[in-house]
T-cell receptor, first 112, second 115 residues
Framework: AQRVTQPEKLLSVFKGAPVELKCNYS??????LFWYVQYSRQRLQLLLR??SRESIKGFTADLNKGETSFHLKKPFAQEEDSAMYYCALSGGPSSGTYKYIFGTGTRLKVLA | SAVISQKPSRDICQRGTSLTIQCQVDSQVTMMFWYRQQPGQSLTLIATANQGSEATYESGFVIDKFPISRPNLTFSTLTVSNMSPEDSSIYLC????????????FGQGTRLTVV
């Protein structure tokens, strides 16, 4: 079955502490993995994707095909990072399947 | 990128009635999708809106309940028909701008409450 699992509904960390949001997936093929973020009163937007291998707002995520994971990490959390984070996958152009499968989301709260 | 205008942003409706949600994009896009997000749950794909033809529905969603139109490359509507309280959700429009760019853009969402 195709699935994205985010085990934590809520993650609270103190400002300056490292943060890791977990994401595991199940997919037959080579999916594209994404992290989307939704700040308060804003629309869902792309944070980063595995194919670009870049760091956005200090966040990084490495695709581990052996463990089928795509965890999101940041070494020093900031209060403005407080938001809802969704891990998602897409079959992408190689599969011709562009629709997304989303995880249930993790709410990150960064405490002062 | 793409800027998506979704209307209405919220509504409270009586059971048994229907609501049509509009999604307008500021540029031509290759693909348009409709998602549902029930309270406390993830986004679930309802259907892919196909230009000039019938939408492609996901398992568990049917055209009679969620008729979708896409008359051109920038506009789509989703109707939630014969509503019941279980249809209370956030409904989201999403687009892909190019076939080679898999970044999805989202509307602000429509928060529907059925009473």
């Amino acid at each position: 079955a195709q699935r994205v699992t985010q085990p934590e509904k809520l993650l609270s960390v103190f400002k300056g502490a490292p943060v890791e949001l977990k994401c595991n997936y199940s997919y037959s093929g080579s999916p594209e993995l994404f992290w989307y973020v939704q700040y308060s009163r804003q629309r869902l937007q792309l944070l980063l994707r595995h194919i670009s291998r870049e760091s956005i707002k200090g966040f990084t995520a490495d695709l581990n095909k052996g463990e089928t994971s795509f965890h999101l990490k940041k070494p020093f959390a900031q209060e403005e990072d407080s938001a809802m984070y969704y891990c998602a996958l897409s079959g992408g152009p190689s599969s011709g399947t562009y629709k997304y499968i989303f995880g249930t989301g993790t709410r990150l709260k960064v405490l002062a | 990128s793409a800027v998506i205008s979704q209307k209405p942003s919220r509504d409270i409706c009586q059971r048994g009635t229907s609501l049509t949600i509009q999604c307008q994009v500021d540029s031509q896009v290759t693909m348009m999708f409709w998602y549902r997000q029930q309270p406390g749950q993830s986004l679930t794909l309802i259907a892919t809106a196909n230009q000039g033809s019938e939408a492609t529905y996901e398992s568990g969603f049917v055209i009679d309940k969620f008729p979708i139109s896409r008359p051109n490359l920038t506009f789509s509507t989703l109707t939630v028909s014969n509503m019941s309280p279980e249809d209370s959700s956030i409904y989201l429009c999403s687009v892909l701008t190019r076939s080679w760019n898999t970044e999805a853009f989202f509307g602000q969402g429509t928060r529907l409450t059925v009473v």
